[in-house]
């Protein structure tokens, strides 16, 4: 869902201006009317500023030319309901406008960034899964056996809200992506939800500006709000991440996703001219207006943060229930959400290709006080908007009022390609679908990127030998407590993961309950009824601004290639894997910011071609920079979340991460590099290396051998190297399965052949995967992994300690699990006591 | 005169999955019943408040777990008046003998009916509170079952078994001390929270704090079963967090209490 801005006008005061503007079609018009065409600049201008429209110059004289050839005044409505449409939420300017790119070699024109990326990698894959990508609420992609099923992902971003009210800015912010996924095809039932959060570390102790909460607040509050918003709608939360960096303390990030399935039947949309017009769910009240267009601007002490909405789950999932079974008696044929913007972008998005005519009166209200163009703008939670066929129509208010949510007709779908809307017969809006939707005229923006100059820190992993001995243990005790590293359990065990029974691979696995799952997978029994279809779904993540901060395009690669191993290891079948990206960045006005956003899409295009893999849906939220304590301008990392989900067919070979077994060999699949820039090691010991560059064409050849010999049932444990690369991978599939290893780094493949024993066991070089196999299997695990990097490292032990052998070959790290576990798990529960 | 024999539809007992506002266990527990052979049908309170369904007509009632109506004022508190208010004849449902089973929500909605641990008493003498631990909470726990008690759901199931809870208001107190030697009596204390070797013991074994451990409660007669655990989510092996272990064999235990209801209508 949406960037929410808090309510209308500034001082609280309702816009007045100018003189009534007779209207053109013979009806009066419902608000006083603007002085619009007039006006001179600099005084629109500051009625733009005033009114919170977020319009650019371009923009405004667009709007003004537009209303002169008509002949007439636009309503405040009108502008409102253009300001919302054109906003960078929902158009998306910067990511589907001209760019002009330099990287200081050489330069390239964009004419739209994401058609030429993203989009770009997508079409030429044709993926024969995608079944509706970039246009609906969310991407949806075939599932299970025999073509009966979808299933609808979406991820979504609500930061401005959770940075000024954390529980209900995550409350709204899952509230809505579930509403993206109800209103994807005909309506999808959610059988997952995700989180990601990037905040600020909780022990921050540094200056904050008046206004801004400290980010143990945001973490309590953003993790309650979707413990309380998902566990009420009974989907289980049970995938995600958490970023820790000091940068997001003004502006956190917080990532919603859903994923549903719906059948295949109801996939498509097809609202006709005569249906019905019809709102369900919750009253509208004067509930965040000018969500769009907020996430147009940066966020300062004058924020007025007293009125985001707090969500109603109890509605929802009313309206969720009703909706399920009115899809499946077919009493509608179309259905959207009420997002940014409220009904102006729910009908407006419906009525596209046709016309509609809505008669705002009938909307019940939660106040009778509200302004006619305030209950077209209302981001009033809890909403959808349907295309009702007149027969239909009174099953569907019999249903929905049988379940104790409103329902009500608003208006009708017309063909005369106009949006009007009036309230008691006075005109609200009467406004060209083709001007609104594709009127807005398009501004270059300017992108440079220049690489960063070497930082002055010396190289990551000079140590090796017998001098490192008991360094490598304490170095890796402290990299398992880092906050970016460590048990998520305190969150985790807050959400009810397991609702609807299909949680068949869990966020915490092992011995004990605890340990860290790569990937859930979701076996959606109680969706399908099909208790003999064993065909699940696994979703995974990845994320990495520190990559970003050296290069956001490597950054970009990271996170596809630790998203898909992140599947792989779950047992998914990742060559039918859907990628989708969730891009959060400072300003794209400033081209050095914008330069980044291009690397990162390139990064995005290059990774989708690479792996194979296409993009399904996506997001962007700009504008995540606020005025620090010293009224500077404090810019986020430039952020993305890639989310990727692939079919389990069956759900009964899945596999968790933790080992199985003493005396079992351990495979280490991929190359290790000297490619500490970016990495946990690097941060933790302020030294410096490259950063992580994955070679996608070599990794999927690898990922494609690791699929085979889980296919073949040969790996009894599989986990993904990231943060803190093999040191961090091997101790948490040991504490998990509550059996030691001994490895020799002399066995791993690396590239240069010498590596320090400190870079080899703290490298993050890309593409890797650790694999436990039974001794039995070696040689049908080698035949399979043939023609691939990978090497068998050691084995697993009865003992329970990590021992690692160094290039030497004496024992450079010898520490106890249970000493290794302890300093995971306490990090979090001693912040948060 | 109403009949204590179990209504069959074919050789499937008919089980009512009651729905309220914010229910969202239904659709797994109404599977768990149709995979032993049960007929699970969805109804809504609203139904019955509308009085367009018989409650006699069914064998089995089950209230699944979930949020019932958003757990406003106390969690199943509007729920458990509703029950009282429109399914009054769910007091006979029970005192013929036929099984009921309140999970989760369900169960703290039978308790806060009266109708657990006493359903001949019409009074609540029981409740629940909050989790000790102040959070909702998501894990999997021990629990041993009462091998003496005459419940018929956990008939023939091993002493010790394992199942997911997942609540925030989840700890069991009782109106009066004297309510638990009652209970113990009467043989009403169907499953306790216990460690992996079978000690009563605290946080996290018992995972919200109830009183003697109790995580569920039947009537005297053994034929109405409330429980905080969720049965419906351990029906097959792979449901359980270590059924990717080598060492781990056990089926999905949860289905068994399902079956039993079903078997008991049948024979």
Redesign the interface.
């Not at chain 1, 909706?323 to 499946?328: E, G």
């Not at chain 1, 010991?685 to 992580?692: A, L, N, R």
């Given at each position: 869902m949406t960037e929410r801005r808090p309510a209308a006008a500034p001082n609280g005061k309702r816009a007045t201006t100018a003189p009534v503007v007779p209207a053109a079609r013979g009806q009066a018009p419902a608000d006083e009317g603007l002085r619009f065409t007039t006006l001179p600049p600099k005084e629109l201008k500051e009625l733009n500023a005033k009114l919170g429209w977020s319009l650019n110059d371009v923009e405004l004289e667009a709007i003004r030319a537009h209303f002169k050839k008509a002949g007439r005044e636009p309503s405040r409505g009108e502008v409102e309901t253009i300001a919302q449409t054109w906003s960078e939420h929902c158009k998306h300017k910067t990511f589907n406008g001209p760019v002009r790119y330099s990287d200081g070699k050489k330069s390239r024109v964009f004419r739209s960034l994401f058609a030429e990326t993203i989009v770009k990698a997508t079409k030429e894959l044709s993926s024969p899964w995608c079944l509706s990508v970039f246009k609906d609420n969310a991407g949806i992609v075939q599932f299970g056996k025999g073509g009966r099923w979808a299933l609808a992902v979406k991820v979504e971003t609500h930061n401005h809200p959770c940075a000024v009210e954390p529980y209900g800015g995550a409350e709204t912010g899952i509230g809505g992506v579930i509403r993206d996924v109800l209103g994807a095809g005909l309506g999808a039932k959610p059988v997952l939800n995700t989180d990601t959060f990037c905040l600020a570390r909780p022990d921050y102790s540094g200056e904050l500006p008046e206004g801004a909460l400290h980010p143990v607040r945001t973490l309590r509050g953003v993790v309650a709000g979707v413990?309380?918003y998902g566990?009420?709608?009974?989907i289980p939360t049970a995938g995600g991440g958490l970023w820790f960096d000091d940068d997001y303390r003004l502006n956190p990030l917080v990532f919603c996703g859903t994923v549903g399935i719906l059948p295949t039947w109801a996939v498509r949309k097809e609202v006709k001219p005569g249906d019905l017009i019809v709102a369900v769910g919750g009253p509208t009240g004067r509930d965040g207006l000018h969500g769009a267009t907020f996430s147009s601007t940066t966020m300062d002490g004058e924020t007025d943060r007293a009125a985001v909405q707090i969500g109603?789950?109890?509605n929802e999932?009313?309206v969720l229930?009703a909706l399920m079974v009115a899809r499946d008696r077919r009493l509608y044929r179309g259905v959207t959400d009420c997002g940014a913007g409220g009904f102006s972008s729910a009908i407006g998005e419906l009525a596209r290709d046709c016309g509609a005519r809505v008669e705002l009166e009938k909307a019940p209200l939660k106040c009778s006080d509200l302004e006619p163009w305030e209950i077209w703008l209302s981001e009033a939670q809890e909403r959808m908007v349907l295309a009702v066929p007149p027969k239909s129509y009174p099953e569907l208010e019999r249903l929905f009022h049988?379940?104790?949510t409103g329902c009500s007709v608003l208006g009708e779908f017309t063909k005369t390609g106009r949006l009007v809307v009036t309230h008691k017969g006075a005109r609200v809006a009467d406004l060209d679908m083709g001007f609104l939707h594709d009127g807005m005229p398009r501004v270059e923006r300017r992108a440079v990127w220049t690489e960063g100059s070497k930082p002055k820190r010396g190289p990551c992993g000079a140590r090796g030998g017998p001098a490192v001995r008991g360094r490598l243990g304490s170095i890796l005790t402290r990299m398992l407590a880092h906050l970016n590293v460590c048990s998520r359990e305190w969150v985790i065990?807050?959400?009810?993961?397991?609702?609807?029974?299909?949680?068949?691979?869990?966020p915490?696995?092992g011995?004990r309950?605890d340990g860290p799952g790569d990937a859930c997978v979701i076996?959606p029994?109680?969706?399908t009824?099909d208790?003999e279809d064993r065909s699940g779904f696994a979703v995974g993540h990845g994320l990495n601004p520190s990559y970003g901060r050296v290069d956001p395009y490597w950054m970009a690669l990271c996170c596809a290639d630790e998203a898909l191993r992140n599947l792989l290891c779950a047992g998914a079948d990742i060559s039918k894997a859907s990628f989708l990206d969730n891009f959060c960045w400072a300003s794209p006005e400033v081209p050095e910011q914008l330069g980044g956003l291009v690397r990162a899409a390139l990064g995005c295009h290059d990774a989708a071609k690479g792996y194979g893999i296409p993009f399904i849906s996506g997001k962007d939220s700009l504008y995540n920079q606020s005025r620090d304590e010293k009224g500077r301008e404090l810019a986020i990392p430039g952020t993305l979340l890639i989310t990727a989900v692939a079919p389990v067919p069956d759900?009964?070979h899945?596999?968790?991460m933790?080992f199985?077994?003493p005396g079992n060999s351990l495979f280490l699949v991929g190359v290790t590099k000297d490619e500490t820039g970016g990495s946990l090691l690097s941060q933790m010991e302020g030294c410096s290396g490259e950063v992580p560059k994955p070679d996608p064409k070599a990794a999927a050849r690898s990922f494609k051998a690791v699929a085979e010999a889980i296919s073949k049932k040969l790996v009894?444990?599989a986990h993904d190297l990231s943060d803190g690369g093999l040191g961090v991978a091997l101790s948490e599939m040991a504490f998990s399965?509550e059996f030691g290893a001994s490895i020799e780094l002399d066995q791993i493949l690396t590239s240069p052949a010498m590596l320090s024993d400190e870079t080899i066991l703290f490298s993050e070089s890309p593409s890797r995967i650790l694999l436990e196999v039974s001794p039995k299997d070696d040689l049908a695990v080698m035949r399979a992994l043939k023609g691939v990097p990978a090497r068998r490292i050691g084995s697993t032990t009865a003992n329970p300690l990590i021992k690692v052998s160094g290039l030497d070959g004496s024992v450079v790290l010898e520490t106890l699990l249970v000493e290794l576990k302890a300093a995971w798990q306490k990090t979090l529960p001693e912040l948060l006591k | 005169m109403m009949s204590s024999k179990p209504v069959l539809r074919g050789k499937r007992p008919k089980v009512l999955v009651l729905r309220a506002p914010g229910t969202n266990c239904d659709m797994e527990t109404a599977l768990a019943f149709k995979v032993v052979g049960g007929e699970p049908e969805l109804v809504s309170i609203s139904d019955f408040r509308a009085a367009k369904v018989r409650l006699m007509e069914f064998s089995i009632v089950a209230i699944p777990g979930g949020f019932s109506y958003g757990d406003d004022v106390a969690a199943g508190k509007i729920l458990a008046n509703q029950v009282k208010l429109y399914m009054k004849e769910i007091r006979n449902f029970v005192r013929l003998g036929r099984p009921v089973i309140g999970i989760c929500n369900g169960f703290q909605a039978l308790v806060k009916a009266g109708l657990l641990p006493f359903s001949g008493a019409a009074e609540q003498t029981a409740s629940f509170t909050a989790n000790d631990s102040g959070r909702f909470e998501a894990r999997w726990v021990h629990l041993r079952l009462n091998t003496q008690s005459m419940c018929l759901w956990t008939q023939g199931l091993p002493e010790m078994i394992e199942l997911p809870v997942a609540h925030g208001e989840g700890k069991l107190v009782l109106k009066s001390p004297r309510h638990l030697e009652e209970l113990k009596k009467n043989k009403s204390i169907a499953l306790q929270y216990v460690s992996d070797d079978g000690k009563l013991l605290g946080y996290p074994h018992n995972p919200n704090g109830s009183v003697f451990n109790i995580a569920g409660l039947t009537n005297p007669e053994g034929n109405c079963l409330g429980l905080m655990p969720h049965p419906e989510r351990f029906t097959v092996r792979h449901h359980h967090p270590n059924w990717t272990r080598q060492t781990f064999m056990k089926e999905g235990i949860g289905l068994e209490m399902f079956r039993n209801a079903v078997k008991y209508c049948q024979s």
């Amino acid at each position: 869902m949406t960037e929410r801005r808090p309510a209308a006008a500034p001082n609280g005061k309702r816009a007045t201006t100018a003189p009534v503007v007779p209207a053109a079609r013979g009806q009066a018009p419902a608000d006083e009317g603007l002085r619009f065409t007039t006006l001179p600049p600099k005084e629109l201008k500051e009625l733009n500023a005033k009114l919170g429209w977020s319009l650019n110059d371009v923009e405004l004289e667009a709007i003004r030319a537009h209303f002169k050839k008509a002949g007439r005044e636009p309503s405040r409505g009108e502008v409102e309901t253009i300001a919302q449409t054109w906003s960078e939420h929902c158009k998306h300017k910067t990511f589907n406008g001209p760019v002009r790119y330099s990287d200081g070699k050489k330069s390239r024109v964009f004419r739209s960034l994401f058609a030429e990326t993203i989009v770009k990698a997508t079409k030429e894959l044709s993926s024969p899964w995608c079944l509706s990508v970039f246009k609906d609420n969310a991407g949806i992609v075939q599932f299970g056996k025999g073509g009966r099923w979808a299933l609808a992902v979406k991820v979504e971003t609500h930061n401005h809200p959770c940075a000024v009210e954390p529980y209900g800015g995550a409350e709204t912010g899952i509230g809505g992506v579930i509403r993206d996924v109800l209103g994807a095809g005909l309506g999808a039932k959610p059988v997952l939800n995700t989180d990601t959060f990037c905040l600020a570390r909780p022990d921050y102790s540094g200056e904050l500006p008046e206004g801004a909460l400290h980010p143990v607040r945001t973490l309590r509050g953003v993790v309650a709000g979707v413990r309380d918003y998902g566990n009420r709608m009974g989907i289980p939360t049970a995938g995600g991440g958490l970023w820790f960096d000091d940068d997001y303390r003004l502006n956190p990030l917080v990532f919603c996703g859903t994923v549903g399935i719906l059948p295949t039947w109801a996939v498509r949309k097809e609202v006709k001219p005569g249906d019905l017009i019809v709102a369900v769910g919750g009253p509208t009240g004067r509930d965040g207006l000018h969500g769009a267009t907020f996430s147009s601007t940066t966020m300062d002490g004058e924020t007025d943060r007293a009125a985001v909405q707090i969500g109603h789950p109890l509605n929802e999932k009313r309206v969720l229930d009703a909706l399920m079974v009115a899809r499946d008696r077919r009493l509608y044929r179309g259905v959207t959400d009420c997002g940014a913007g409220g009904f102006s972008s729910a009908i407006g998005e419906l009525a596209r290709d046709c016309g509609a005519r809505v008669e705002l009166e009938k909307a019940p209200l939660k106040c009778s006080d509200l302004e006619p163009w305030e209950i077209w703008l209302s981001e009033a939670q809890e909403r959808m908007v349907l295309a009702v066929p007149p027969k239909s129509y009174p099953e569907l208010e019999r249903l929905f009022h049988a379940e104790g949510t409103g329902c009500s007709v608003l208006g009708e779908f017309t063909k005369t390609g106009r949006l009007v809307v009036t309230h008691k017969g006075a005109r609200v809006a009467d406004l060209d679908m083709g001007f609104l939707h594709d009127g807005m005229p398009r501004v270059e923006r300017r992108a440079v990127w220049t690489e960063g100059s070497k930082p002055k820190r010396g190289p990551c992993g000079a140590r090796g030998g017998p001098a490192v001995r008991g360094r490598l243990g304490s170095i890796l005790t402290r990299m398992l407590a880092h906050l970016n590293v460590c048990s998520r359990e305190w969150v985790i065990r807050q959400y009810d993961h397991e609702v609807q029974a299909g949680t068949v691979i869990k966020p915490l696995q092992g011995q004990r309950h605890d340990g860290p799952g790569d990937a859930c997978v979701i076996w959606p029994v109680a969706a399908t009824g099909d208790w003999e279809d064993r065909s699940g779904f696994a979703v995974g993540h990845g994320l990495n601004p520190s990559y970003g901060r050296v290069d956001p395009y490597w950054m970009a690669l990271c996170c596809a290639d630790e998203a898909l191993r992140n599947l792989l290891c779950a047992g998914a079948d990742i060559s039918k894997a859907s990628f989708l990206d969730n891009f959060c960045w400072a300003s794209p006005e400033v081209p050095e910011q914008l330069g980044g956003l291009v690397r990162a899409a390139l990064g995005c295009h290059d990774a989708a071609k690479g792996y194979g893999i296409p993009f399904i849906s996506g997001k962007d939220s700009l504008y995540n920079q606020s005025r620090d304590e010293k009224g500077r301008e404090l810019a986020i990392p430039g952020t993305l979340l890639i989310t990727a989900v692939a079919p389990v067919p069956d759900i009964t070979h899945s596999l968790t991460m933790d080992f199985k077994g003493p005396g079992n060999s351990l495979f280490l699949v991929g190359v290790t590099k000297d490619e500490t820039g970016g990495s946990l090691l690097s941060q933790m010991e302020g030294c410096s290396g490259e950063v992580p560059k994955p070679d996608p064409k070599a990794a999927a050849r690898s990922f494609k051998a690791v699929a085979e010999a889980i296919s073949k049932k040969l790996v009894l444990s599989a986990h993904d190297l990231s943060d803190g690369g093999l040191g961090v991978a091997l101790s948490e599939m040991a504490f998990s399965g509550e059996f030691g290893a001994s490895i020799e780094l002399d066995q791993i493949l690396t590239s240069p052949a010498m590596l320090s024993d400190e870079t080899i066991l703290f490298s993050e070089s890309p593409s890797r995967i650790l694999l436990e196999v039974s001794p039995k299997d070696d040689l049908a695990v080698m035949r399979a992994l043939k023609g691939v990097p990978a090497r068998r490292i050691g084995s697993t032990t009865a003992n329970p300690l990590i021992k690692v052998s160094g290039l030497d070959g004496s024992v450079v790290l010898e520490t106890l699990l249970v000493e290794l576990k302890a300093a995971w798990q306490k990090t979090l529960p001693e912040l948060l006591k | 005169m109403m009949s204590s024999k179990p209504v069959l539809r074919g050789k499937r007992p008919k089980v009512l999955v009651l729905r309220a506002p914010g229910t969202n266990c239904d659709m797994e527990t109404a599977l768990a019943f149709k995979v032993v052979g049960g007929e699970p049908e969805l109804v809504s309170i609203s139904d019955f408040r509308a009085a367009k369904v018989r409650l006699m007509e069914f064998s089995i009632v089950a209230i699944p777990g979930g949020f019932s109506y958003g757990d406003d004022v106390a969690a199943g508190k509007i729920l458990a008046n509703q029950v009282k208010l429109y399914m009054k004849e769910i007091r006979n449902f029970v005192r013929l003998g036929r099984p009921v089973i309140g999970i989760c929500n369900g169960f703290q909605a039978l308790v806060k009916a009266g109708l657990l641990p006493f359903s001949g008493a019409a009074e609540q003498t029981a409740s629940f509170t909050a989790n000790d631990s102040g959070r909702f909470e998501a894990r999997w726990v021990h629990l041993r079952l009462n091998t003496q008690s005459m419940c018929l759901w956990t008939q023939g199931l091993p002493e010790m078994i394992e199942l997911p809870v997942a609540h925030g208001e989840g700890k069991l107190v009782l109106k009066s001390p004297r309510h638990l030697e009652e209970l113990k009596k009467n043989k009403s204390i169907a499953l306790q929270y216990v460690s992996d070797d079978g000690k009563l013991l605290g946080y996290p074994h018992n995972p919200n704090g109830s009183v003697f451990n109790i995580a569920g409660l039947t009537n005297p007669e053994g034929n109405c079963l409330g429980l905080m655990p969720h049965p419906e989510r351990f029906t097959v092996r792979h449901h359980h967090p270590n059924w990717t272990r080598q060492t781990f064999m056990k089926e999905g235990i949860g289905l068994e209490m399902f079956r039993n209801a079903v078997k008991y209508c049948q024979s």
